[in-house]
């Protein structure tokens, strides 16, 4: 009776705290729509997903509602910029109290979505990840990336000053946003490349990129972040419709390099950008190392890990260097598919089993031989011996004519009954 009543009211519980859950995304995601004159940034609802993602009690499907929502108030924020057009002297204070200042205080902005990130890919949230199917994990992993990117590009168009802005998380290693003076001829001597270090990245982009994409009054905008363990839920090629997920391996952090302003998600560049990462563990084989970088859509945010447009120029047990010739986000990825021999080494591979395997029936029917035909050898040690030559005898031959066998449906449903 006890155990009926805790179990009822359990359930009542936890129905409770999920309507309650979806009741703050949608408050999350509506603030907006409903409050523009009290809300004239979306400080207060990115609060709100800073504040929600830090629950412990988080499954599969509120992680996605939180990413959507960080995205969808993000967008907006860019969207009402655009509109407005501000032309910010902006100073990095970071303010206790934002809602007393006129200026929207776009630092914090950046900072409550740094930390709402952070809060998801925790590993406290481990479990809810994994309640959802391979095909979400990935999409709202690109949402995450996608949110970080957006934030950051909003926060160093306002800047009109030559600054550099560096923030970390737990989840979040490094985001480092550049804003440099290009028309500063000491610089331009100086500077042939803007280079961005955190311990397990190195990285270098051409100057003269940076240069070109500069606004009208010289200011360049550059921004890096790494993350610490996304990589694990951006699954390349999961679909909606397979439960289990088995692909390549991820061997290094996933970071993203941006250059402000751009037009999509992946911006060509007139110079490759090098960078060198250090693995997480070392690959197998190093012929197996890819650079590759994630390939969304901005759409519905589908994505696959890609390796075009990039090339590894070194790589041993501990990093691999690379070359891309585009920006957005990368990674070094360990193939897990065995790869094709070629036809000159199959030939070679059936040349020496198939004398392998004569030398060896050859001796075996030799030994055969001597044990039945000596008298002298006949006992019960030498009869068991006759017999495992004969077993062994018997299974080589049946290797070698059934070698290539492997297209005959007759011969595939006796080696499945009869394996050897």
Not at 102 to 129: D, I, K, M, R, Y
Not at 371 to 384: A, E, G, H, S, V
Request: aromatic content about 8%; hydrophobic content about 40%.
């Amino acid at each position: 009776m006890n155990q009926n009543i805790r179990r009822e009211t359990w359930t009542k519980t936890s129905v409770y705290h999920q309507t309650l859950f979806k009741m703050l995304v949608i408050l999350l995601v509506g603030t907006l729509a409903l409050s523009s004159e009290l809300f004239t940034s979306v400080i207060g609802s990115i609060k709100q997903a800073e504040y929600i993602s830090k629950r412990n009690d988080l499954n599969g499907s509120n992680i996605l509602e939180i990413s959507s929502a960080i995205v969808e108030l993000v967008e907006r924020k860019r969207k009402n910029n655009n509109q407005d057009k501000p032309s910010l002297n902006y100073t990095l204070t970071l303010q206790t109290h934002p809602a007393s200042t006129v200026q929207p205080n776009f630092e914090l902005e950046l900072e409550l979505v740094l930390n709402a990130t952070s809060n998801l890919l925790s590993n406290v949230h481990n479990g809810a990840w994994m309640g959802l199917p391979p095909f979400d994990q990935s999409m709202t992993a690109t949402r995450l990336l996608v949110g970080m990117e957006m934030i950051s590009e909003i926060l160093a168009e306002v800047t009109n000053r030559q600054q550099s802005i560096m923030k970390t998380a737990p989840e979040i290693e490094g985001l480092n946003i550049n804003i440099i003076n290009v028309t500063e001829t000491e610089l331009q001597v100086q500077q042939s490349s803007i280079t961005f270090n955190v311990p397990d990245l190195h990285l270098e982009i051409s100057f003269e990129d940076v240069k070109r994409r500069a606004s009208k009054n010289g200011l360049g905008r550059t921004a890096f972040i790494q993350y610490k363990n996304i990589e694990k839920w951006l699954k390349s090629n999961a679909t909606s419709e397979n439960e289990s997920y088995v692909g390549p391996s991820i061997i290094t952090k996933v970071f993203s390099a941006s250059i402000f302003p751009r037009k999509e998600h992946r911006t060509k560049l007139n110079s490759s950008i090098r960078f060198t990462l250090l693995h997480k563990f070392s690959p197998l084989n190093s012929s197996d190392v890819s650079c590759v970088f994630w390939n969304f859509s901005a759409d519905d945010f589908v994505g696959h890990w890609s390796d075009e447009g990039c090339k590894v120029i070194s790589t041993n047990d501990h990093n691999t260097t690379c070359e891309c010739d585009h920006l957005t986000h990368f990674a070094v990825l360990m193939s897990s598919v065995d790869k094709k021999i070629s036809p000159e080494d199959e030939f070679a591979l059936q040349i020496i089993t198939y004398i392998g395997c004569t030398i060896s029936i050859v001796c075996l029917a030799l030994a055969l031989f001597t044990f039945c035909f000596f008298r002298n050898l006949q006992c019960d040690r030498n009869t068991i011996h006759k017999n495992l030559v004969f077993s062994l005898l018997v299974a080589q031959l049946i290797f070698v004519f059934g070698i290539n066998q492997y297209d005959d449906k007759v011969w595939a449903k006796f080696s499945k009954q009869c394996p050897i």
